[in-house]
């Protein structure tokens, strides 16, 4: 077994290699760029190696730099983690060549599985079902319009080199086609360095569940059963689950043996995933196998109970696999949110910043109930444009599945992020949406159920009633804190007010108290609506999330501190809350309400990003759909067009030039 193994990666995947090396007694060497220096990875870590500037181009996907480290620190071994180099024929081979293993498949398999194009020409010559398209060269627009033309609307058109979702575009026509074909090219080259792409038929109403399988270097293969992947966002995965609520016995071992096959013919040893696109008959077809640990993996980890980086490690270092196909059982349900550091209510787009607060639920287990949080932040970091947005995997597991879903909203609830903007709220928000939970799912869910983005959602009445009891026990809990100080100008108000109105959002909710003493921790019954209810809870003033129950039902909410109330965040709303007197609420009601600025004349930049290009010039006359200018965040391109006919009058800025989130980029008349 290897004494020290070198990391060539970052974040949350770093750190969760280094948690398993640790366990096995194996030292660990993280490597880190400028932008890395206070990572807690480098942390965690025994020994740190600094490998350049925050651009990945001149220090994470940096061969030379990632062996001299192996070599200043004596590390025998390198995990790739996922990403930059993790799929690197070259690396591999150039490690082989100095002495160094590489925790992964040989270079071969990487070859022959991680460019999508030659994977699909190996997939059929081994008899493996795949999406009906072209996979020779595409030499332009033009050439991409003919081969879509003749596989039939609507395709998809996907980087060779790709993967994360960069690089893939779906047309569903010639205008469509010619964008996305560009827009594939640029990304692909600029994220892979390989601007190469190919053109498949897409599948409508498509499930993504891909199959993990396991293998030694000695002719051992196994599957560890599947995930349903099918809640993406611009192509990139959300929430995971494992095992698919849609697949049956048969099909399971049908896309498990194939999964198997494939991998013994391309002689595979690691942990890698096959991919299949599912259809809504459950015929399955090969997408492409990722030869490396998926970001997904926690999930088959809880449900299998394999530690999939142990194994990856073990088979590197020449042992045979222990487990037997026969031996390996899918236990219970597990599900994966994946927070990232991005504005769901501006449709997804990357935020910045540094981590003001930063608490996660606790880990471990409590009941039928496990939480893990796999994490490469912490309180005070800042999250950088020059990575993935990705803050942490939260997972959850118990018996079932509708279980493992609400210890997962009950999760999301009690996660504190602030500093950013963040997708917990869409997160809390899909776990409580019924076809979710009905495990009704296809790739164009999202898009589907929210197309015209996530917006601010409102509570309904049964919502409004917790609402207000969370708000009006805070309020009475300040208030008795107060009236305890012994430095007080004046004695305590004397006997509680028996009724009050809470205003949560638009909306007025009366409640009378039906006992008359405060007590801590808190305990009172309450007619909300008229309808009797016990609120209980310990919560104390300052702490940003209050757990107790409400009429007999868990509750964890986060509250936080606004002008003239508090601002609640639950299950997806996001609700100002403000007591009042019944009098108080009379004059409110007649308060004018302040409107937004009218922004409809200006090009706002989305997300702090580079300026890729501007489409526009000063005086053009621009229609509804066109292009206006493309920004550059976290490695993705955000095409930005025009919501309708318009003239530009004044453009403020120009390629190259980095903006802040609602920086002016042009004017329209």
């Known amino acids: 077994m290897f004494k020290k193994i070198l990391i060539a990666n970052r974040g949350e995947i770093a750190c969760r290699v280094i948690k398993t090396a640790r366990r096995m007694g194996i030292s660990t060497v993280a490597v880190y760029s400028d932008a890395d220096r206070d990572a807690l990875h480098v942390e965690m870590a025994d020994e740190a190696v600094h490998i350049g500037p925050a651009a990945a181009a001149e220090s994470y996907l940096v061969a030379e730099k990632i062996i001299a ?12 983690g996922y990403g930059f180099l993790s799929e690197r024929a070259s690396f591999c081979a150039e490690l082989e060549k100095q002495g160094i293993v590489f925790i992964g498949p040989k270079p071969k398999a990487i070859m022959a599985m991680g460019d999508k194009i030659e994977s699909k020409k190996f997939a059929n010559a081994a008899g493996v079902s795949t999406v009906p ?20 609307y609507p395709v998809m058109i996907k980087a060779s080199a790709g993967g994360g979702g960069k690089g893939m575009r779906i047309a569903w026509n010639e205008a469509e086609v010619r964008d996305g074909f560009e827009r594939a090219r640029s990304e692909a080259k600029s994220s892979f360095g390989d601007d190469r792409v190919f053109i498949e038929k897409f599948i409508v109403e498509p499930r993504h569940i891909e199959i993990q399988v396991l293998a030694d270097a000695h002719g051992n293969v196994v599957y560890l059963g599947e995930r349903e992947c099918s809640i993406q966002r611009r192509n990139q995965k959300v929430a995971e689950e494992a095992p698919s609520p849609f697949l049956d016995e048969k099909t399971r071992k049908a896309m498990g043996e194939q999964s198997v096959a494939l991998a ?15 259809d809504r008959d459950r015929n399955f077809y090969f997408l492409e196998m990722n030869t490396r640990l998926q970001v997904e993996h926690p999930v088959t980890e809880l449900v299998t109970g394999i530690d999939l980086v142990e194994q990856m490690i073990r088979v590197a270092a020449g042992e ?25 209510y501006r449709n997804f787009l990357p935020s910045i910043g540094r981590l003001t607060r930063y608490r996660p639920p606790a880990e471990g287990r409590t009941g039928n109930v496990t939480v893990r949080n796999d994490t490469g932040v912490f309180e005070g970091a800042e999250i950088s444009m020059y990575y993935d947005p990705m803050i942490a995997k939260l997972c959850t597991w118990a018996p079932t599945r509708l279980e493992a879903i609400d210890a997962m909203g009950q999760a999301l609830d009690g996660f504190v992020v602030d500093g950013i903007e963040h997708n917990i709220p869409f997160l809390s928000a899909l776990m409580k949406h019924p076809r979710w939970r009905e495990g009704r799912l296809s790739t164009g869910f999202i898009a589907e159920e929210y197309p015209d983005g996530f917006a601010p959602m409102k509570p309904d009445r049964t919502e409004e009633a917790v609402l207000a009891a969370i708000a009006l026990s805070a309020s009475l809990i300040e208030t008795n804190r107060r009236e305890r100080f012994a430095d007080r100008l004046r004695a305590a108000s004397g006997a509680l007010r028996e009724h009050w109105v809470v205003k949560t959002g638009d909306s007025h909710v009366a409640v009378q108290l039906l006992d008359g003493l405060v007590t801590i921790p808190f305990d009172m019954e309450m007619a909300i609506e008229g309808e009797n209810n016990s609120v209980v809870t310990d919560w104390r003033p300052g702490d940003p999330v209050w757990s107790g129950k409400v009429g007999g039902r868990d509750i964890t909410a986060q509250i936080r501190p606004v002008l003239n109330g508090v601002r609640i965040d639950w299950q997806g709303l996001s609700v100002t809350a403000k007591v009042f007197s019944p009098r108080h609420a009379e004059l409110d009601r007649l308060m004018p309400v302040k409107l937004p600025p009218d922004t409809s004349k200006l090009l706002l930049c989305p997300m702090p990003g580079l300026v890729v290009s501007i489409a526009v010039a000063e005086g053009q006359e621009v229609k509804a759909g066109e292009t206006l200018a493309i920004v550059e965040a976290m490695k993705m391109e955000n095409v930005l067009r025009a919501d309708r006919d318009l003239v530009v009058s004044k453009i403020n800025a120009a390629a190259g030039e980095s903006l802040a989130v609602d920086a002016v980029i042009m004017e329209f008349a």
């Open 320 to 344: 045979p696999l222990t487990l037997a196909q026969e031996e390996i059982r899918l236990d219970g349900w597990a599900i994966e949110s994946r927070l990232y550091a991005e504005d769901p």
């Open 264 to 278: 013994r013919a391309v002689d595979y040893q690691s942990a890698g995933t096959v991919e299949f696109i599912v």
């Open 133 to 152: 398209g072209h996979l020779g060269v595409i030499e332009d627009a033009a050439h991409a319009e003919v081969i879509a033309g003749g596989i039939g």
């Open 69 to 80: 480290a192996c070599k200043a620190t004596g590390a025998e071994a390198v995990h790739p």
